[in-house]
C-alpha cells in the first residue's frame, strides 16, 4: 500500500490541488487559515493539528476525509460533501454548512455553536458529545441514535430521526424544540425536558421512568406504550396527545393539559391527576386504581370499564362522562359535578356479552 503524501506547507498542497492530485493526501501542522480551497477534490484526505479557520472550502469533496485537532471555526462548507467524514472535537464554531452532505459523518464532541445549518443532510451522523447549543435545524435532514452527551439546549430540529437514542447524557432546556421527530424507544429514564417543545413528536415505546417533562408542550404528540413511571408532568401539554398502553403508576401529571387524549388501556394506579383537563379525553379499559383526580375536568370524557377503584374524585367535573361499565368501587365523589352523568348502558352491555359469550 503506497504512503501517503504528506503535505507540510500552504504552497505544496495549493500546488497538489491544481495538479489535481491532493486526493488522499495527509496534511499536518500546517496553517491554512482562510485558504481558498472551493470545488477542489479532497476525497479521504487526512489533516492533523492543522487551522483551516475561515477557510472557503464551498463545493469541495471531502467524503471520507479525517479532521484531527483542526480549526474550522468560520470555515465555509456550503455544498460541501462531507459524507463519512470524521470531524472528532472539531472546532467549527460559526462555520457555514449551507447545502452541506454529513451523512454518515462522525461529529463527536465537535463543537457547532453558532454554526449555520441549512438544508443540511446530517443522516445517520454521530452526534456524541457534540455542543449543538442554540442551533437552528429545522430545514436539516437530520438522524442519529448516538446522542451521548451532546449539548441540545435550544437547539430546534424538525422532523428530525432519533430512533433508539440513548438521552440519559444530554443536556436539553426549555428552548429545545423536537417538533414532529421520531423519538420511538429512546432511553430518556430520568431525563429533565422540563419546558421542551415535542409537539406532534413519536415517543412511542419511549422509556421515560423518572423523566421531567413538567411544562413540556406535546400536542398530538404520541407516548404509546411508553414507560412514564414515577416521571413528572405537571403542567404537561398534550391536547390530543396519545398515551394508549402507557405505564403512568406513581406519575404526577397535576394540572396537565389532555382534552381529547388518548389515554386507552393506561397502567396509571396511583397516578396524580388533579386539576388535570381531561374533558373529551378517552380513558377506556383504564387502569386508574387509587387515582388522585380531585379536582380534574372530566366532562364528556370516556371511562367505559375504566377501574377507578378507590379513586378520588372529590370536586371534579363529570358533567356528561360516560361511565359504561366502570368499576368505581369505593371511589370518592364528594363534590363532583355529575350533570348528565352516564353509566352504563343496558344495551351496550348486552352487546358485549352476547360477543364475549355467544
Keep these: ?43 479521504r484526505t487526512q489533516w492533523v493539528s492543522v487551522s ?58 465537535a463543537d457547532l455553536r453558532e454554526a449555520r445549518f441549512l438544508r443540511t443532510d446530517l443522516s445517520d451522523v454521530t452526534l456524541a458529545g457534540a455542543s449543538l447549543a442554540g442551533l437552528d435545524l429545522t430545514t436539516c435532514r437530520v438522524g442519529s441514535s448516538a446522542l451521548g452527551a451532546a449539548d441540545l439546549r435550544g437547539a430546534r430540529f424538525f422532523l428530525a430521526d432519533f430512533t433508539g437514542a440513548d438521552l440519559t447524557t444530554c443536556k436539553l432546556d426549555e428552548r429545545t424544540e423536537l417538533r414532529q421527530c421520531l423519538l420511538e424507544r429512546i432511553e430518556g429514564s430520568g431525563v429533565s425536558f422540563h419546558g421542551a417543545s415535542l409537539e406532534d413528536a413519536n415517543l412511542s415505546d419511549a422509556r ?22 414515577r416521571a413528572k408532568l405537571m403542567g404537561f401539554q398534550g391536547k390530543r396527545a396519545d398515551f394508549t398502553e402507557a405505564r403512568l403508576e406513581g406519575a404526577d401529571l397535576s394540572l396537565a393539559i389532555l382534552e381529547d387524549a388518548e389515554l386507552v388501556r393506561v397502567i396509571a394506579p396511583g397516578v396524580q391527576l388533579r386539576g388535570a383537563k381531561l374533558g373529551q379525553a378517552r380513558l377506556g379499559k383504564a387502569d386508574l386504581r387509587g387515582a388522585s383526580l380531585e379536582g380534574a375536568s372530566l366532562s364528556w370524557a370516556d371511562l367505559s370499564h375504566a377501574d377507578l377503584s378507590h379513586a378520588t374524585l372529590a370536586h371534579a367535573i363529570l358533567d356528561f362522562a360516560n361511565m359504561h361499565r366502570a368499576n368505581m ?15 352504563t348502558d343496558p344495551d351496550r352491555a348486552a352487546a358485549e356479552d352476547f360477543s364475549t359469550h355467544g
Design 1 to 43: 500500500m503506497t504512503a501517503a503524501t504528506v503535505v507540510t506547507s500552504r504552497a505544496h498542497l495549493m500546488e497538489l490541488c491544481a495538479q489535481g492530485r491532493a486526493r488522499g493526501v495527509r496534511v499536518e501542522a500546517v496553517d491554512l487559515a482562510g485558504v481558498d480551497l472551493r470545488e477542489m477534490d479532497l476525497q
Design 52 to 109: 483551516l479557520a475561515g477557510a472557503k472550502l464551498a463545493g469541495s469533496r471531502l467524503t471520507g476525509a479525517q479532521f484531527s485537532g483542526v480549526e474550522l471555526a468560520g470555515a465555509d462548507f456550503t455544498g460541501a460533501d462531507l459524507a463519512d467524514a470524521r470531524l472528532l472535537g472539531a472546532i467549527l464554531t460559526q462555520a457555514l454548512l449551507v447545502d452541506a452532505n454529513l451523512e454518515g459523518a462522525d461529529l463527536t464532541g
Design 208 to 229: 421515560l421512568e423518572g423523566a421531567d417533562l413538567r411544562g413540556v408542550k406535546a400536542a398530538q404528540s404520541c407516548f404509546a406504550r411508553a414507560d412514564l413511571r
Design 329 to 343: 368501587s369505593q371511589a370518592r365523589l364528594s363534590g363532583a359535578s355529575r350533570n348528565g352523568l352516564r353509566g
